[in-house]
T-cell receptor, first 111, second 113 residues
Framework: DAKTTQPPSMDCAEGRAANLPCNHS???????VYWYRQIHSQGPQYIIH???NNETNEMASLIITEDRKSSTLILPHATLRDTAVYYC????????????FGTGTRLTVIP | DTAVSQTPKYLVTQMGNDKSIKCEQN?????MYWYKQDSKKFLKIMFS???????INETVPNRFSPKSPDKAHLNLHINSLELGDSAVYFC????????????FGPGTRLTVL
């Protein structure tokens, strides 16, 4: 059961920041926000996750609103290789391991 | 070295046949999974194994039977294949049960004719 809402598609110019929004208005206190992406014909790839604080790693930054009802994944300098479908997932952790992938956002990085 | 590998990458077969998909991970993880991605690109969990024991079995027909000979392998056997079984099947693993990050294999595209 997907508990998130994402725009179906977005474009981003190469070298610019890609900001991918996600709404999760029914998120509960013990649920984390995860982001995965799937490049064409490949398996999903973990990007980042967070609970309530903003997070940053070598791939991306995750900004979570104070009320935790929405978040934004930021790819600071998008490249053509970032073209993929990006999935925002909420799940309890630790807890059940299954990930529920919704429809995601298809990000196209344009040269 | 491939962390999570699956074989075959493509599988084309007739209705009614029995087929298997193999998955191996060399990450030393305890937990492995099978996911199905249908034509609409929805990715759904099918099974989860932890140390060779079944943890999660979502609503999957009993024609699908996972087998874990050791914790590095989780194979998926499908009996009496149907047209609706056509999909991409992904294997994944994570360090332990409840660990945040899952690592996915490249997928097996199954086409049932």
């Amino acid at each position: 059961d997907a508990k998130t809402t994402q725009p179906p598609s977005m474009d981003c110019a190469e070298g610019r920041a890609a900001n991918l929004p996600c709404n999760h208005s029914t998120i509960s206190g013990n649920e984390y926000v995860y982001w995965y992406r799937q490049i064409h014909s490949q398996g999903p790839q973990y990007i980042i996750h967070g609970l309530k604080n903003n997070e940053t790693n070598e791939m991306a930054s995750l900004i979570i609103t104070e009320d935790r009802k929405s978040s934004t994944l930021i790819l600071p300098h998008a490249t053509l290789r970032d073209t993929a479908v990006y999935y925002c997932i909420v799940r309890v952790w630790p807890g059940a391991n299954n990930l529920f992938f919704g429809t995601g956002t298809r990000l196209t990085v344009i040269p | 070295d491939t962390a999570v590998s699956q074989t075959p990458k493509y599988l084309v077969t007739q209705m009614g046949n029995d087929k298997s998909i193999k998955c191996e991970q060399n990450l030393g993880h305890d937990t492995m999974y099978w996911y199905k991605q249908d034509s609409k690109k929805f990715l759904k969990i099918m099974f989860s194994y932890n140390n060779k024991e079944l943890i999660i079995n979502e609503t999957v027909p009993n024609r699908f039977s996972p087998k874990s000979p050791d914790k590095a392998h989780l194979n998926l056997h499908i009996n009496s294949l149907e047209l609706g079984d056509s999909a991409v099947y992904f294997c994944a693993s994570s360090p332990t049960l409840g660990t945040d990050t899952q690592y996915f294999g490249p997928g097996t595209r199954l086409t049932v004719l």
